[in-house]
């Protein structure tokens, strides 16, 4: 009896335990990408194209770690560091598979203010000019990065708690028009903070509330103290780097392997500078010493948190809407998913633990995705081969860099913006799309410029809510029972083969950025539900029109109009009527998907008493197929249009709706 008890305990402990053990092993791969993808790494497809982006890769991680650092007012040995660190990190946390973490011009601006406020310049003198025993920097330099340490290190804390609040779902208030906004206006921020270095002007660093203006005041009154040798050189490496890198993109598919333009310009000018010793005979500004090696890890200052936590706020909130922006766009690029609250504790832990070892704030660049996507990366892999080559650089090539030219690194800095720049391009776009979008572009650019990257991101965010509010009452709602009587009184006058396989769809609400997303989702739960039934033949023909229900409050499909339709869905019908108006930036590229998964399927979609300002943005932006029309003046003449074009098929069944 007891050898019983025992087996029945034993059986009873491994039923209770196994399912709590497969929840564990979840979570971990949840919290864990890495244990997802890794064991089904094949080696012989991705192991050559991973190979070649993390080596080109791994350029852009050096130039940029470099550039950074100065931006950051640090040493430029610890934006190396930030290169390094952050990216492996990522690559086990992250689920961006294009997404390469290191230094960011944005983060590096925002953790400067901190830098500059907290140890400035003029306290150089003040300070012992003893070298320290770490790799034989000064106790200022060493001030210095321990300021942003403490600011990536609070930054990540701040991330890493919204990641447990479980804020992700809230990145839907982060609109097209404030990202692009936001971004470009810090881009010229940061464009502005290299004019000194592009023109071998010394001047003091300018920052707070209108210290973009005042940085261009300064430089035009003392234009005359430019320096022509910096100004010369600047330009020259600006043109270099702009041709070579278009032609790159423009025969990137004949050529296998991309010019590293970066990097031979700075081995060029570093050669020319130590060959003419510009230094001496020119006063050209160069990067200086640079130390081999990687100190012991050594914890921030955390006296000073308290006086960092609005450039922590900055980091955080302007760091993780930059990477989301790359992560959400290279998963639709490459039909993957990206996890909000997973890219929070992503990023926060590559702000976090690289703290620990002198390593500035850090996001995802624009660039080196842009350099991943370009040279065909596959997966993280790519960022750890770059991790490998920047370490190979930190303990054996920094110390050639002593000649390089500040001017250089500033144009390398400029050029690298490029793609942040031109988003200029999207006031054409909202212009045309909807004149209200334009309007919050072009406000919460100039909110960026005139004070900073998180205030007006801030702004941004307010101003998209406050206009959704003001618009939303006023929105018409659809009458459900006039839509049946009409759809019946069309059934009696024709005969029934004429709802054969047609799914009808009405929505009943407005589309915001509020309810886009999850209109897409239950829109396409509706179509891959009725794709995938299997009920018996004679309930094949059954078919009854769907009410899609996007409401504010919960946004979910009114279950008791929904009816399953059993036969292979070829026809869509979207009654539209109930758009009164729409976040056209937003709801556009959720209309576009719908059209484009349903013809990748063989269905057909058509689009019922949709507002003309809908109509003109799908035709301004969509690849619509011109021989098919899709937009009709109401439903009846959808399914007219239908049946018109299915006069071949005939039922026997009886269609109702």
């Not at 050559?48 to 940029?64: K, N, R």
């Not at 800095?413 to 909807?434: A, E």
């Not at 396989?501 to 739960?525: E, G, H, R, W, Y």
Request: charged share 15%; aromatic share 10%.
């Amino acid at each position: 009896m007891t050898g019983a008890k025992r087996k029945r305990k034993s059986i009873l402990w491994s039923k209770m335990h196994t399912p709590h053990c497969e929840d564990i092993k979840q979570w971990c791969k949840r919290r864990l990408p890495i244990l997802e993808w890794a064991p089904q790494y094949n080696l012989k497809e991705n192991l050559i194209p991973d190979t070649v982006s993390g080596v080109m890769l791994a350029v852009q991680q050096v130039t940029q770690g470099l550039s950074f650092a100065v931006l950051s007012s640090v040493h430029p040995v610890f934006g190396l560091y930030g290169s390094l660190f952050p990216a492996i990190v990522y690559a086990v946390f992250g689920m961006g598979r294009h997404v390469a973490t290191g230094t960011f011009a944005l983060t590096s601006l925002i953790s400067a203010n901190a830098v500059e406020r907290l140890v400035p310049q003029s306290s150089r003198n003040l300070t012992t000019q003893s070298n320290s025993s770490v790799l034989g920097l000064s106790d200022f330099e060493l001030q210095r990065i321990g300021v942003a340490a403490a600011v990536s290190f609070l930054g990540g804390v701040i991330q890493v708690v919204m990641f447990v609040l479980q804020l992700g779902s809230a990145t839907f208030l982060l609109t097209e028009p404030v990202i692009s906004a936001m971004t470009t206006g810090a881009a010229t921020h940061v464009v502005t903070s290299q004019v000194k270095y592009l023109l071998g002007i010394k001047m003091p660093y300018i920052s707070g509330p209108l210290g973009f203006f005042y940085i261009y005041a300064y430089v035009f009154e003392n234009i005359k103290s430019v320096q022509l040798e910096a100004l010369l050189l600047s330009l020259l490496s600006i043109i270099i780097l702009v041709l070579v890198k278009e032609l790159n993109e423009q025969f990137k598919r004949k050529i296998k392997v991309i010019l590293p333009v970066d990097l031979v310009l700075i081995i060029t000018a570093s050669f020319a500078c130590y060959c003419t010793d510009m230094e001496n005979t020119y006063g050209l500004e160069v990067v200086g010493h640079i130390p081999k090696g990687i100190p012991p890890p050594r914890a921030p200052p955390m006296n000073i948190l308290s006086a960092v936590l609005t450039e922590a706020f900055g980091v955080a909130l302007v760091g993780y809407v930059a990477s989301l922006s790359l992560a959400q766009g290279s998963a639709k690029k490459f039909k993957y998913s990206v996890d909000d609250n997973q890219e929070f504790l992503a990023h926060g832990l590559s702000n976090v633990i690289p703290s620990f070892f002198f390593c500035i704030p850090s996001a995802a660049a624009m660039g080196r995705t842009a350099a991943l996507y370009s040279t065909r990366a596959k997966t993280q892999v790519a960022c750890l081969i770059s991790c490998i080559i920047v370490l190979v650089v930190i303990y054996a090539i920094v110390p050639l860099l002593y000649w390089l030219p500040m001017c250089v690194l500033a144009s390398i800095i400029v050029v690298g913006l490029k793609g942040m720049l031109i988003q200029f391009r999207d006031l054409k776009k909202y212009w045309n799309v909807d004149k209200i979008d334009w309007g919050i572009w072009i406000s919460t650019y100039i909110f960026t410029i005139c004070f900073a990257a998180n205030v007006g991101l801030l702004f941004g965010v307010v101003c998209t809510i406050v206009i959704v509010i003001a618009r939303f009452p006023r929105a018409k709602t659809l009458n459900i029972k006039n839509m049946k009587e009409m759809e019946f009184k069309r059934k009696t006058e024709m005969d029934d083969e004429i709802l054969q396989q047609v799914k009808i769809v009405s929505i009943n609400n407005p589309l915001v950025f509020l309810n886009a997303k999850k209109f897409n989702t239950d829109l396409m739960k509706i179509i891959l539900k009725e794709n995938d039934s299997n009920q018996p033949l004679d309930d094949i023909s059954k078919c009854e029109q769907n009410t899609l229900l996007n409401s504010l409050s919960n946004g979910n499909c009114n279950e008791q109009q929904q009816t399953r339709c059993t036969s292979k869905l070829y026809s869509l019908v979207l009654g539209c009527s109930a758009i009164s108006y729409s976040e056209l930036t937003v709801v556009l590229f959720h209309f576009l998907q719908v059209y484009f998964d349903c013809k990748s399927r063989n269905i057909d979609v058509s689009l019922a008493k949709c507002p003309a300002s809908l109509i003109r943005a799908m035709k301004y932006y969509g690849d619509l197929d011109s021989e098919k029309p899709i937009f009709f003046d109401s439903v009846s003449a959808a399914i007219s249009h239908i049946h018109s074009n299915k006069n071949s098929s005939k039922v026997s069944a009886h269609t109702e709706v």
